[in-house]
Each structure stands twice: as C-alpha cells, then as structure tokens.
T-cell receptor, first 110, second 118 residues
C-alpha cells in the first residue's frame, strides 16, 4: 500500500484558493488518489478521486502530474466552513481497506 | 436522510462493561466497514463485511471485539470488558461493492459513535 505524505497543517483566509499537496512516491499502476474531508466529531466525507491529469467537481479540483508521484487538492475561494482535516489516500481499484494518515489540518481565518 | 447512520452517537461506560454499537448502511450497499479513530489520528481499519460475510479483521480487533452483520444489512460492533484504551470514535462506512473494473468503490462514512470508558 502506497504511503502518503502531506503537510500537517495549513492556514488560509476566506476567499483564497488553497492547494494541499500530497506525495505518494510508491503509487502503483492500479492505484487511485482519493481525498476525504473531516469535520470535528463527524465521519470523513469523500471529496474527490482521480487517476491522472485533472479532475474537477463542484467542491474541488484534483491535479495529478504525469508521473503520479504527487497530487494537489485545490479548494477555490475557501470559506470558514472549509476548516477541517483533509486526508489524501492512495487506494487500489479493488481495495476494500482505506489507510488514513494524520491528514492536513486546514484553518480558514476571517 | 439516506446516508450511513450510527447509534448511539455517544456512549459513556465504566471499565469492564460491555457495549454494543449499531450501524445502518446506505440501502443496497453490499460492503460495510468499521474503523476506529483516536484523537488527532486518522481512522484505522478494523473489519469489513461483504454482505453478511466478515472477510477481514485487523489485528487491532482483539478477542474482546466482535462484529456481526446477520442479514447483510445493519451491523453491530460489540466490545466486551471495555478498557480505557478502547475510548475512541468508532466509525462505520458502507460502499456499493464494485467488483473491480475502473474506478474505486467509494466508502461513505457515518457520523460515528464516540465511546468514553471511565
């Protein structure tokens, strides 16, 4: 299982774009990159998933370079409610077990 | 609300007591997972069901822990003779159970049950 490395914490201000980068040097061919968001006292919430290049949904964008050894979660124009822990995971296409690291604690200030 | 539900949301118990948590997955989801999360850490995998069959148990799941999913719908997680080290958030997740192919079987988490063992 590929290990991921991401910053422990990040600070931002309302209205800014936030980019959280995750390293996964040992990613395998059949692995997907998945991001979850977790608020205090709640379960993780799926945000976005991708395999290569760029994926965008109503919440975020995920940028994956050609070598797939890293990925960047981009949150446009964050608000106070985006304050949460963000987890980057690498998951095989037939995996059933999610391996979470400690995540990135994002604090959005007014 | 058609998401994953868990009950109770909070449980306070004394050391040595037994506790049971319930998880109701999203309807028609074949796979159900239990995770445990302690303060400041990400969730850790405990066990996984495909329908009613328990297919894997983590080494974190000692003999005092037992999970069931009798009819392939809801699941229960029981902890016997609780210890203070069992204090954590217990999370349940479910997924459709896609059998290979492109894409990953997205897991949807419930709100968790926070257990405090005094």
């Amino acid at each position: 299982l590929a290990k991921t490395t991401q910053p422990i914490s990040m600070d931002s201000y309302e209205g800014q774009e936030v980019n959280i980068t995750c390293s996964h040097n040992n990613i395998a061919t059949n692995d997907y990159i998945t991001w979850y968001q977790q608020f205090p006292s709640q379960g993780p919430r799926f945000i976005i998933q991708g395999y290569k290049t760029k994926v965008t949904n109503e919440v975020a964008s995920l940028f994956i370079p050609a070598d797939r050894k890293s990925s960047t979660l981009s949150l446009p124009r964050v608000s106070l409610s985006d304050t949460a822990v963000y987890y980057c995971l690498v998951v095989g296409d037939s995996s059933y077990k999610l391996i979470f690291g400690s995540g990135t604690r994002l604090l959005v200030r007014p | 609300d058609t998401g994953v539900s868990q009950n109770p949301r909070h449980k306070i118990t004394k050391r040595g007591q037994n506790v049971t948590f319930r998880c109701d997955p999203i309807s028609e989801h074949n796979r159900l997972y239990w995770y445990r999360q302690t303060l400041g850490q990400g969730p850790e995998f405990l066990t996984y069901f495909q329908n009613e069959a328990q297919l894997e148990k983590s080494r974190l799941l000692s003999d005092r822990f037992s999970a069931e999913r009798p009819k392939g719908s809801f699941s229960t997680l029981e902890i016997q003779r609780t210890e203070q080290g069992d204090s954590a958030m217990y999370l349940c997740a479910s997924s459709l159970g896609l059998a290979g192919g492109p894409g990953v079987d997205t897991q949807y988490f419930g709100p968790g049950t926070r257990l405090t063992v005094l």
